[in-house]
């Protein structure tokens, strides 16, 4: 790129995501500035399960949801918890999440997930080779277990979608899935072994190690507050912070959770909250598993971690700001044992994060319909890690004028959610 064409880029967001949109433009020559209160992988990004997903094409509205809601909500060990004082701020969303439910949304938005999967690991290679990251990533599989005939059969939408979607997959009788994991208890009659996927061994440090590489090539952090994003009469950004105003020829909102108010003031009537995710940090046991593994009818995840094994568990639907309540993901510790013979489940320490999640769970990436100056790249729900790379390569060859690989119709911020 020409010096005359390098603009100043202003990334707001310190996530996976922000860090990503940041490599990728600092590639084509920009000058890139991240801004975001808190060091680089401390939020959502940090807390992440670890997945590099090939397979995981299902939005959390799936068919059938609305008739589930009332049992899952008395059920202790169910996988969605409704904090209840929060339902009426939270009601834009949770009525686009159950109108996203009906089977055609659920096929439309599985398919816009897909074409963005295509485009993922060849960014993650390129991030690999450009940042020296390889050595945090692994190539593990993602192995879904079910315990009855019933859970197996009631998952067959979610093949039908794989299928749909060219997922590759295998299904895995008894003794094929102790071939696969060994250590699991001999307790699950059915497996989907998802082979395609890849395996973070540390999320937080991974962010962190992505935007070293943008620091030591020239970039900025700003440790600041982002209060709004103003736009000259010229069409320029202004990042306002708690410590100052900031001139930026582009701007690029990747901001989690909190992204909502910002686009919502620069033009776009987005709606977005948060589908609080929870993780414990437990030792290491001397026999581990070496997939990513989902236990279908717990629906949690064990996971090996550089430091430890990580339990991912739970959709919290309240405030972003809410106060965790870990009870919840502290019940569950037991059956991760009973699956996992042998691990200890003496906590080593224990998380909540908001994901910022859109009612249909399909990221929003593109342009402000209002500043052309402006992108938005964010909304990726439990995939933010998988899909990190592949929206900033997505959203640089937007601000090059560069045709992306794929049609962003789907991803853009003014779309019905009804």
Known sequence: MSEQAAKRAIIIGAGMVGASCAHFLQRDGHAVTIVDPNEPGTGASFGNAGLISQSGVMPSAQPGLVKRIPKMLVDPTSPLVLRWRYVPRLLPWLIGFLANSKRDRVERNCLATMEIFRHVLSAYDALIQETGCGELIRSAGTLKVFETD????????????????????????????????PNLAPLFRHGVMMPDSRHIKNPGRLVETVAKSVFDRG????QERVERVDVTAEGKPVVVTDAGRHEADLVVVAAGARSGKLARQLGAKVVLDAERGYHVMLPTPEKSVG?????????????????????????E???????????????LLPLAQTALPGLSIEEQSIWMGPRPSTPDNVPVIGKSPKHESVYFAFGHSHLGMTMAPATGRIIADLVAGRDPGLDMAPYTPVRPLL
């Open 317 to 331: 639907l309240a405030s972003v700001d809410a106060p965790p309540d870990y009870r919840r993901i502290r019940s």
């Open 219 to 222: 970039g900025g952090l700003l």
């Open 291 to 315: 997939n990513y593994v989902q236990l279908a009818e717990r629906k949690f995840s064990l996971s090996q971690h550089e430091t430890g094994i990580r339990m991912t568990a739970l959709v």
């Open 150 to 181: 019933a859970a197996f059969e009631a998952n067959s939408f979610e093949r039908a979608m794989m299928d749909r979607c060219v997922c590759r997959y295998e299904i895995l009788t008894p003794d094929d899935i102790r071939d696969a994991e």
